[in-house]
């Protein structure tokens, strides 16, 4: 199986800049699909209450939520498994749990895995 860990979270001024690190381990053979979302701490654990931030495809194609354009980028590094967010120019508004996924190959007769990560606080200070 696969298993994603978020890191990078913490409390910054607004103005300021975080970058998160997503880590897969375990049986990847590619990555097809990897994303952020994020949501509001002490809302239900509901994955399909989570806010799409950025998406981007194994053809590194890239999708982002309007209010985070030209302010974030996601990126990765297939030689590391590690996908990425910099966030740059943060706002109080930005304050929430992040969690990655990822839709992922892992083997070579094209089975999947898609799944979560545990989430990353970040805070933003007015």
């Known amino acids: 199986q696969v298993q994603l860990v978020e890191s990078g979270g913490g409390l910054v001024q607004a103005g300021g800049s975080l970058r998160l690190s997503c880590a897969a381990s375990?049986?990847?053979?590619?990555?097809?699909?990897m994303g952020w979302y994020r949501q509001a701490p002490g809302m239900p654990r509901d994955v399909a209450a989570r806010?799409?931030?950025?998406?981007?495809?194994?053809?590194?194609?890239?999708n982002y939520a309007e209010s985070v354009k030209g302010r974030f980028t996601i990126s990765g590094d297939n030689t590391k498994n590690t996908f990425y967010l910099q966030m740059n120019s943060l706002k109080p508004e930005d304050t929430d749990i992040y969690y990655c996924?990822?839709?992922?190959?892992?083997?070579?007769?094209?089975?999947?895995?898609?799944?979560w990560g545990q989430g990353t606080q970040v805070t933003v200070s007015s």
């Open positions: 806010e799409l931030v950025a998406t981007i495809t194994s053809g590194s194609d890239t």
């Open positions: 375990g049986s990847i053979f590619s990555f097809n699909e």
């Open positions: 996924n990822a839709l992922i190959t892992t083997d070579v007769y094209g089975s999947t895995w898609y799944g």
